[in-house]
């Protein structure tokens, strides 16, 4: 939604990447609008070039981020580089739709804690409905053309995924409920059919004995008062 409002104005963001995405008090926030564009592009995109370069000749990416004489700067340009568009990637101008392919890699991320692969994100993680994966492939098409028209339209389409989740998560719990129900119910027939064999068998076994033995047994069984079918009490 921040991003369709920006693209309404004119503005594209260039850099999104999870250092961008703020959240404060409950409320999400897109952080650096138009850095991209004060600085400029060509620069950012060369630092970007030189730090992956870096990393690559050093041989140990993980040992370079976690230099504390490297500083943010050259972090910053790595996840800047990591989460541009193959577009931007190209040295060609950004657009909205560049933006959006930064949403769909976060999202996949968001979605299966993996970068994105050959697999769509419902086979990485089995939990998740098969509507993400149009969702999260559309947005990362190589050609531009191919992906979300608009900020707007993933909006939507996030809305129909919500509702989806929503439909399966109400569904599983009424199944979950009818489960328990008809487990209580076998679970109770099962306690009758005990009654019955008990008292069926005292009987035979004490064919004088006094009807209120064999109701005393049922209820400690049970805690229900009633006869086996076929067996009458006394009067």
């Known amino acids: 939604e921040g991003l369709a409002y920006a693209h309404g104005h004119g503005a594209i963001h260039r850099d999104l990447k999870p250092s961008n995405i703020l959240f404060s008090g409950g409320t999400v926030k897109i952080s650096d609008f138009g850095l991209v564009r004060l600085v400029g592009e060509e620069w950012v995109r060369s630092q970007a070039q030189i730090s992956v370069q870096r990393s690559m000749s050093m041989g140990d990416l993980k040992t370079m ?19 541009m568009s193959p577009e931007q990637k190209r040295g060609e101008e950004a657009t909205e739709r560049s933006d959006l392919y930064a949403v769909g890699l976060m999202a996949f991320k968001l979605l299966t804690g993996q970068n994105p692969g050959v697999k769509p994100p419902s086979r990485v993680y089995a939990g998740l409905i098969r509507e993400w994966d149009g969702f999260v492939e559309r947005a990362l098409e190589e050609d531009r053309a191919e992906r979300w028209p608009d900020a707007q339209a993933m909006v939507e389409t996030l809305e129909g995924i919500s509702h989806i989740s929503r439909r399966i998560e109400a569904e599983k719990q009424q199944t979950a409920r009818k489960d328990e129900q008809e487990r209580r119910v076998r679970a109770e027939a099962e306690r009758r059919t005990q009654v019955e064999d008990v008292a069926r068998r005292a009987i035979l076994a004490n064919p004088e004995e006094n009807q209120a033995t064999i109701r005393q047994v049922k209820l400690k069984i049970t805690g229900r008062d009633y006869l086996p079918e076929g067996i009458q009490t006394k009067t």
Do not use: P
Not at 65 to 83: F, I, N, P, V, W
């Open 65 to 83: 981020q976690k230099d504390a004489d490297e500083g943010t700067s050259t972090r910053s340009m790595l996840g800047t580089y990591e989460y």
